[in-house]
């Protein structure tokens, strides 16, 4: 049974993940933006121990798990959340690029950083959820793709320094997903949403267990998964 920390774990992909490990009986950490969020991910995920953090705020993370009781060791470290602010270069403020990045970029690093100590004792994993718009940028995806590319170099630079510590490292890119960030999506591209066009939550949560998962003689890199149908 392993230990596993996982942000974003109240919906979407991030619900599938923590579900299937739970279904396990593996030992859960999930991280939560507020004290109420905490106590719906509780009543969720009976026996999972929570976090509070922000990552809205990656300044006070230090702060916020200094004050809390962390796990002995990590056997995974997953990164699920993140935001999403569609907008043209042109009309996008700096509040849209800071909210993005701060969300997407800079907390994951910061999470790593206080975190990596843990992940290093269990010789641990950690997953990195990106998006196909970390590999390209399309028009009014300016802000959010930059925040994805952003955490494709901070996994790569990762995988090379902790890979002598044996800490594996992993970038998941899915494309569109039916998950509440989606339909947010979908309504900011004044668009109609059908889940049933887009990949389902499980089968990007199948994707990350399976590099979890991988015999320790191997590491996957770098994981597209795209829509099928």
């Given at each position: 049974?392993?230990?596993?920390?996982?942000?974003?774990?109240?919906?979407?992909?991030?619900?599938?993940?923590?579900?299937?490990?739970?279904e396990r009986g593996e030992d859960?950490?999930?991280?939560?933006?507020?004290?109420?969020?905490?106590?719906?991910?509780?009543?969720?995920?009976?026996?999972?121990?929570?976090?509070?953090?922000?990552?809205a705020t990656p300044e006070k993370l230090d702060w916020a798990l200094g004050?809390?009781?962390?796990?002995?060791?990590?056997?995974?470290?997953?990164?699920i959340a993140g935001v999403i602010e569609l907008g043209a270069i042109g009309?996008?403020?700096?509040?849209?690029?800071?909210?993005?990045?701060?969300?997407?970029?800079?907390?994951?690093?910061e999470l790593t950083r206080l975190l990596l100590p843990l992940v290093r004792v269990a010789k641990g994993h950690v997953v990195f959820v990106n998006s196909g718009a970390g590999l390209r940028a399309n028009p009014e995806w300016g802000a959010y793709a930059a925040s994805k590319h952003g955490l494709k170099a901070l996994a790569d630079a990762l995988r090379g320094e902790e890979h002598g510590n044996g800490v594996r490292v992993t970038s998941v890119y899915p494309g569109r997903t039916a998950t509440p960030m989606q339909a947010?999506?979908?309504?900011?591209?004044?668009?109609?949403?059908?889940?049933?066009r887009w990949i389902d939550?499980?089968?990007v949560a199948t994707a990350i267990l399976t590099a979890v998962d991988l015999p320790r003689d191997a590491e996957i890199n770098d994981l597209s998964v795209r829509p099928g149908r």
């Open positions: 049974m392993g230990t596993h920390l996982i942000t974003g774990a109240g919906s979407g992909i991030g619900a599938a993940v923590a579900r299937r490990l739970a859960l950490w999930l991280l939560a933006r507020d004290v109420g969020r905490a106590k719906e991910l509780a009543a969720r995920y009976p026996g999972a121990r929570t976090l509070v953090g922000d990552l004050k809390q009781p962390l796990p002995e060791r990590l056997d995974s470290l997953m990164h009309d996008l403020g700096a509040k849209a690029w800071q909210r993005q990045l701060a969300a997407n970029l800079v907390s994951p690093a947010s999506t979908h309504q900011q591209e004044g668009k109609e949403y059908d889940p049933s939550p499980e089968s």
